[in-house]
Structures are given as structure tokens and as C-alpha cells.
């Protein structure tokens, strides 16, 4: 069994869920990937934002006239068709779309078929069709662009489960995506969990420092990036919250 099709252990997707995309991005650059962010892509639907999935990559290439008619949608080898109903419970359909918006890469059929199927989300570099709808289901969209030009018009579906580019980021299937309301972050399979903790602890690190920032403290002077001494300061906060020793959380 290849490693993308052995899934990821479902602990270390639920504390991916409480970790934000920022903080995500600060535990890659310090893995040495510098840029993972799909910049310019946004939730179409506001309230349905945040999801942590597996990819399962498509890819477009432009149409052409003699092959990516109307009556291709209901040939065999309709491979965007075969794309979500192959999706399996949890993945995230990412679309390889050559961050284009002149057409659209699937609109509100298509992506109700991947709610039904178990998808986590649904991401592409282009435009999906039928925003309003969209702006409805619950399962997270993002694109970057609404159009109502059909997809035929200007792509043709070229492979399944290969490596990507989407919005300049590559994306190898089994790579894990996250969302939250900022956008979507790729984090290579191979690391997802090397740097989960570290983001963890990151995150509550950063807890502590926002409670000492609203306090009314400079960032200068060892509060942010935290010096030795504001980590042991704050190693000293979490083992008293721990204790239930309340006093202590707000400072």
C-alpha cells in the first residue's frame, strides 16, 4: 500500500483542526518550506470555512473544441465525473485549474456529490459556477472567483491523482490541506506529523503572549519572538493553568 493511500492517523487530524493556518505556516518555514499558503483563495461560503483533509489532486489543461463538447459529459472517460466519485471520507478534491477564471471548475452539483461522498473540502486556483448556492452547502469551497462560463468552454480534464500546482503551491496527493478563515495551507504528508505538536504548543505559547500584548507590554524587550526568559515565564503560566490554579491564567 502506497503511503497516500494509508490514512492519516485521525488524532493527528484533530489537532490539526485547532490550529491555525498562520501558525502552520510559521512551523513549515521553520522545516524550511518557505511558502505553502494558496494565496487568493477564498471560502465561498463564510461559514463553512475550516476543514483538515487529504488531497486528491486534479488536474486541467486548456480545452479544446473537437473533444470537450457537451456530449462529453456523459462519456466513460469523463474523468472530473470519476474524480468525486472516487473521493473517499475525508479528502479534499484540489483542482489543478492554471489559475484561470475565465471558466468555471465545477459548480454546485458536482460539489453537492462530494459533500455526499464524505469530502472535507473542495479547492481549486480557478472559479466555481453557482456561488449562491454554494454559499449555502456546507462543505468548504475555495476559489478565486465566481463565473457562470461552464468548464468545457476552456478546460479539459487531464489526470487524477497526480502531482499539482495550485495557486504556485505543489500538491502531491495524500499532501494534508487545512482551512480556517484565512485561507488553505498545504503541509506535505511526510511532515504532518512532525510538526503538529510543535504547532500545538506554538498556538498555546501564543495564547499566553496575546493575554500579556492586550495587558499593555511592548513586543520589545523579550515578549515577541519570546526571549528565554518569557518562555520559562510562560512554561511557569501553563503548568498553573494545568493545576486549575486560575489565578494565575489572566496574569
Not at 94 to 110: E, N, Q
Not at 115 to 142: C, K, M, N, Q
Amino acid at each position: 500500500m502506497s503511503e497516500e493511500t494509508r490514512s492519516i492517523d485521525p488524532e493527528v487530524l484533530a489537532k490539526l483542526r485547532r490550529v491555525s493556518t498562520a501558525t502552520l505556516a510559521t512551523r513549515l518555514l521553520a522545516a524550511g518550506l518557505r511558502q505553502q499558503f494558496l494565496v487568493g483563495l477564498t471560502a465561498v461560503n463564510p461559514n463553512a470555512a475550516s476543514f483538515v483533509g487529504e488531497a486528491f489532486t486534479m488536474r486541467f489543461i486548456p480545452a479544446r473544441e473537437d473533444i470537450d463538447t457537451l456530449d462529453s459529459l456523459y462519456g466513460e472517460d469523463n474523468l472530473q465525473w470519476a474524480g468525486v466519485e472516487s473521493l473517499r471520507t475525508g479528502q479534499v478534491l484540489v483542482i489543478d485549474s492554471r489559475d484561470d477564471v475565465s471558466a468555471a471548475s465545477a459548480g454546485d452539483m458536482l460539489i453537492t456529490r462530494a459533500l455526499h461522498r464524505g469530502a472535507a473540502g473542495f479547492v481549486t486556483d480557478g472559479a466555481f459556477r453557482d456561488g449562491h448556492a454554494l454559499r449555502e452547502i456546507p462543505l468548504p469551497t475555495y476559489s478565486r472567483a465566481i463565473t457562470s462560463t461552464s468548464r468545457l468552454s476552456r478546460f479539459h480534464v487531464a489526470d487524477l491523482q497526480v502531482p499539482i500546482g495550485c495557486a504556485g503551491v505543489a500538491v502531491y496527493p495524500g499532501d494534508v490541506l487545512v482551512g480556517d478563515p484565512d485561507g488553505v495551507i498545504v503541509i506535505p504528508r511526510s511532515l504532518a506529523l512532525r510538526i503538529v505538536d510543535e504547532a500545538l504548543e506554538q498556538e498555546e505559547m501564543e495564547t499566553y503572549l496575546h493575554i500579556r500584548a492586550r495587558r499593555g507590554e511592548p513586543l520589545t524587550g523579550g515578549l515577541y519572538p519570546p526571549s528565554e526568559q518569557t518562555k520559562n515565564e510562560y512554561l511557569r503560566w501553563k503548568a498553573n493553568r494545568k493545576d486549575g490554579n486560575t489565578s494565575e491564567v489572566e496574569l
